[in-house]
Every structure is written in structure tokens, then in C-alpha cells.
């Protein structure tokens, strides 16, 4: 009978310990995730580029890294609120999930600024994957109180070779970002001043 009972312990303290360890995993998972939009966070990122990087400089293998930039999210919060803004990421990550590969990772880095880690492909393959997703999000059009609404991204590219440092990766893709979004910047206010001569001529 201790013989039996003994078992019957040990069965369910095996279960205990299954489940305890499920929801460490849950929990796990839970902190390298961000709630709203069901990516990786921060957190789960850097976890995922440190991989990159060993295996990278292991097995001489490529990638590239992208680093995105929401535009125009904080007017449309200004205006609209933060619902509205959610709705906005929410629909800005479904395009570039659209566009990439189940084995490319996209993350969350915090607030409307985001990165995508690409494997094995070119620096030219890694920059037309930028503008790919640039198009595709500058074509989404939103309504809000019977107002419509406009984002868009802006890119910047880093490639990850045998000899790259993941921080120095992650600045240099950021200082592209930054020097992408100055260029649209310019270009929008260009188009804005063009279209506006064209109806004050009419």
C-alpha cells in the first residue's frame, strides 16, 4: 500500500512539475512579446539577433537587418486618439508581415519604431525589401470619424556579415532610418507644394 501511494506521489508530482514548467514558458514567451501587436518585443529581439550574430559569424552565413519608423503615427493620435493609432500599427504590421518570410523575424523595439532581421539574402535584395514595404504601407488608407487618414514607413538598411557587432549593426541601420525619413520628409513637402501651385494655377 506506501508502495502504491508512494507512486501515486511521484505521478502527481510529476504533473505538478509539467505544468509549473508550462507556465514558465508561458510566462517566457509573455515577456518577449509585445500585448498589442503579437510580435517580439525589445527583449525578444535582442535575444533573436545575439542567435543571429553567433550563427552568422559560425557558419559565415548573411542577413540584413531593417529598421522602420512609423510616419505620421502622432498626428493621427493627436487627432484621432490612441485607438485609432493601435488600429494603425495593428494594420502596419499585418502589410509587413505580408511581406516577409516565415524565418525573418519582426519585432517591436517600443512606441513606433520597429525592426526586421532578413536572412541570406544581397545588400540590393535587403534594400528592395525596404522599398517593398515602404509602397505597400504608404498605399494603406484609414478612416476615423468620417476623416481619412494616411501612415507610412521609413527604412533603413544594415547588413550582418562574419565580422558584425549587433549593436553596431542596430546604429547603423537606425542612422540609415533617420536619413531615409529626412529624404521623405522632403520629398512629401515637394509633392504637398507642387500640388498645391498645380490648383492655385487652375
Same mark, same amino acid.
Given at each position: 500500500m506506501q508502495l502504491k501511494a508512494a507512486k501515486q506521489q511521484?505521478? %502527481?508530482?510529476?504533473?505538478?512539475?509539467?505544468?509549473?514548467?508550462?507556465?514558465?514558458?508561458?510566462?517566457?514567451?509573455?515577456?518577449?512579446?509585445?500585448?498589442?501587436?503579437?510580435?517580439?518585443? %525589445?527583449?525578444?529581439f535582442q535575444r533573436e539577433l545575439?542567435?543571429?550574430v553567433a550563427y552568422i559569424k559560425r557558419y559565415?552565413?548573411?542577413?540584413?537587418?531593417?529598421?522602420?519608423?512609423?510616419?505620421?503615427?502622432?498626428?493621427?493620435?493627436?487627432?484621432?486618439?490612441?485607438?485609432?493609432?493601435? @488600429?494603425?500599427?495593428?494594420?502596419?504590421?499585418? @502589410?509587413?508581415?505580408?511581406?516577409? %518570410?516565415?524565418?525573418?523575424?519582426?519585432?517591436r523595439l517600443g512606441g513606433d519604431e520597429f525592426v526586421l532581421l532578413l536572412w541570406n539574402l544581397s545588400e540590393a535584395d535587403a534594400h528592395a525589401k525596404a522599398d517593398t514595404l515602404e509602397?505597400?504601407?504608404?498605399?494603406? %488608407?484609414?478612416?476615423?470619424?468620417? @476623416?481619412?487618414?494616411?501612415?507610412?514607413?521609413s527604412t533603413g538598411v544594415a547588413m550582418l556579415g562574419p565580422q558584425s557587432d549587433a549593436r553596431e549593426a542596430m546604429a547603423a541601420a537606425d542612422r540609415a532610418m533617420y536619413a531615409r525619413k529626412l529624404v521623405r520628409r522632403r520629398l512629401a513637402a515637394e509633392a504637398a507644394e507642387s500640388a498645391a501651385q498645380e490648383v492655385a494655377t487652375r
Open positions: 511521484i505521478k %502527481r508530482l510529476k504533473a505538478q512539475l509539467t505544468a509549473a514548467l508550462s507556465t514558465i514558458d508561458e510566462l517566457r514567451a509573455s515577456a518577449d512579446t509585445d500585448f498589442l501587436l503579437g510580435i517580439l518585443n %525589445r527583449r525578444g545575439d542567435r543571429a559565415g552565413a548573411t542577413g540584413a537587418l531593417i529598421m522602420i519608423d512609423v510616419d505620421r503615427l502622432k498626428p493621427i493620435n493627436d487627432r484621432f486618439g490612441h485607438a485609432a493609432g493601435d @488600429e494603425v500599427l495593428k494594420a502596419v504590421v499585418a @502589410e509587413m508581415l505580408r511581406q516577409v %518570410r516565415a524565418s525573418d523575424v519582426l519585432a509602397n505597400g504601407v504608404d498605399a494603406l %488608407r484609414f478612416q476615423f470619424s468620417g @476623416e481619412s487618414a494616411q501612415a507610412g514607413i
